[in-house]
Each structure stands twice: as structure tokens, then as C-alpha cells.
């Protein structure tokens, strides 16, 4: 409850005096009020960018966000894509205007190998078409063991578990319908038996024996004509690799091959003369 004014009514001078106090406290508690009141700030609004400016303001925005990259990488590439000082001093050392026989490729990779474990021999090839493939039993092993497993019940025990220990999965006809329910497992990973890849044979031990002696099954990739495989280990002989190396050229056969490389697990490429081969 406000605070409570007494008036003098009947004496109009002191009425009158109090009404002009009254009025003048009113008006001190508005100027109060306007002292107390936030200050409008001005917003300054800037003008209309001018849409010919906009394509020369951007191409400079790219040139300052490349010009930060390099200077954080000073060859210029990011750091997933630089190559160490070995690597790089190996591929000063192979001529990539030569085609070279497989003999001088073999040497070569001997030559630049800069790591301290056996790496693996790789042959890569571009064809002329995708769905090509094969298989081959090479002279030599490819150093790599291949894990071979003949269907049985224990098998069957093992994929139920979720175990597959093998790389090869070889299998006698009547098991084949104890095998279908895996086929969403085994199938896309390459596994599943099929009369093509040879792995399903009313003899399936001696189709076993020669899987495990280094017979390999080989594909362009699903979508380019492209073939990897390995053909053995950077510390076998010489001779042997190369064998190897003839043995799948004329496998994948030398009229359908366009371009042959080699090259071990870390090193730069070697082109291969596929006539020389």
C-alpha cells in the first residue's frame, strides 16, 4: 500500500501548492524512469555484397586455404599420401620409360628393397575385360600357407560357432545341403564350394592335396579388368620367381593381357615387357 498524502481541502492557496508539488515529484520519477531506460544501440547494417565481387572473393579464399596446405605439408600433399625418404629413393631407381624383362625386374626389386621382412612378389595386370579367371597350380609355393579344410561334421560344428579356420573350403557333394544355410556367410567371402571353382569332388582328398600344393584360383576384379595376385616371396631364387611369374602370365593368357607389373609388398612398381615374358 502506497504512502498516503494528506490534503487540506477548503484552503485553495495551500491546495494549489500542494497540487504543484505533486506534479513536480511526478515529473522528477518520469525524468528518473528516462535516466534508468536501456540505450538503443545502433546496428549497423553492411551493404549488399556486390554479386560481381563474389566469384574473385571465393577463388581467393581457395588460394589462401591451398597456400595453408602446403605450407603444413612442404611437398605440396597431404600426409596420407607423402611417401617415406626409402620408398622415394627406390622409385629414383626404376626407369618408368623401361619395359623390363622378368629377370631385370627381379633383380631390380632385390636391388631397391629397403624393409626388413620377407615382403611378397605381386603381379598386377590390366586385361582387356572383366569376368576373366582361371586357375593354375604354379611350379613353385607362393610362400603363403593356404589353410585347406575337407567338409565333415566337425566342420559344420565349427561354422555354427562361427569359426572358420580355412582358406579353401573343399567338400564331398552330400554335404552340400548341410552347407546351404552358410552360403550367406561363406559366399560373400569367397569360401562357399561351387563346381567351378573345382572345390566341390566326389574326391575331395585329392583335390585337397592340390590346393595345398599352391594351385590358385584367380579373377579380374568385379567391376575393372584388373588382376593381383602374389606369386611368391622377395627372398626366393630368382629363377623361381620367375617361373611362377610365366607360369600365371600364361594362365591369364598374353593376348588378353594390355599392361604387367611387378613389384613386392612395399616398393614402387616395375613395368613388365609382356613379349619378353
Known amino acids: 500500500m502506497g504512502k498516503i498524502r494528506t490534503r487540506i481541502i477548503g484552503l485553495e492557496d495551500v491546495e494549489k501548492k500542494q497540487k504543484k508539488a505533486q506534479k513536480e515529484r511526478s ?38 586455404k591451398k597456400a595453408k596446405k602446403i605450407v603444413a605439408h612442404p611437398r605440396g600433399k597431404p600426409a596420407s599420401t607423402q611417401r617415406g625418404e626409402q620408398y622415394s629413393d627406390a622409385k629414383k631407381k626404376v626407369n618408368k620409360d623401361i619395359f623390363y624383362s622378368l629377370d631385370e625386374a627381379i ?10 621382412f620377407d615382403e611378397s612378389v605381386e603381379l598386377h595386370l590390366v586385361v582387356d575385360e572383366t569376368g576373366l579367371k582361371g586357375e ?32 579353401i573350403l573343399i567338400t564331398h557333394p552330400s554335404f552340400m545341403p ?10 560373400p567371402k569367397g569360401l562357399m564350394p561351387n563346381p567351378k571353382a573345382g572345390t566341390i569332388s566326389p574326391n575331395p582328398d585329392e583335390v585337397a592335396k592340390k590346393f595345398q600344393k599352391g594351385a590358385l584360383r584367380w579373377k579380374t576384379e568385379a567391376k575393372f579388368p584388373l588382376i593381383h595376385q602374389m606369386i611368391g616371396k622377395i627372398s626366393f631364387e630368382d629363377k623361381d620367381i620367375v617361373e611362377n611369374a610365366k607360369a600365371f602370365l600364361e594362365s591369364v593368357k598374353k593376348n588378353h593381357i594390355k599392361k604387367a607389373f611387378i613389384k613386392s609388398t612395399m616398393s614402387p612398381s616395375v613395368k613388365i615387357d609382356i613379349e619378353k615374358a
Not at 540505450?39 to 553492411?46: C, L
Not at 631390380?108 to 629397403?114: P, Q
Not at 609355393?141 to 579356420?165: A, F, Y
Open 27 to 64: 515529473a522528477e520519477k518520469k525524468e528518473k524512469k528516462k535516466s534508468k531506460a536501456p540505450v538503443e544501440k545502433t546496428v549497423v547494417v553492411p551493404a549488399k555484397e556486390d554479386e560481381a565481387t563474389r566469384p574473385a572473393q571465393r577463388d581467393e579464399a581457395k588460394k589462401e
Open 107 to 116: 633383380k631390380l626389386l632385390k636391388k631397391i628393397k629397403f624393409t626388413s
Open 136 to 167: 593354375i597350380e604354379l611350379p613353385h609355393s607362393t610362400g603363403k600357407t593356404v589353410r585347406v579344410r575337407i567338409v565333415d561334421d566337425g566342420v559344420i560344428t565349427n561354422l555354427e560357432k562361427g569359426i572358420m579356420d580355412f582358406d
Open 178 to 187: 548341410k552347407l546351404a544355410k552358410f552360403a550367406r556367410v561363406l559366399g
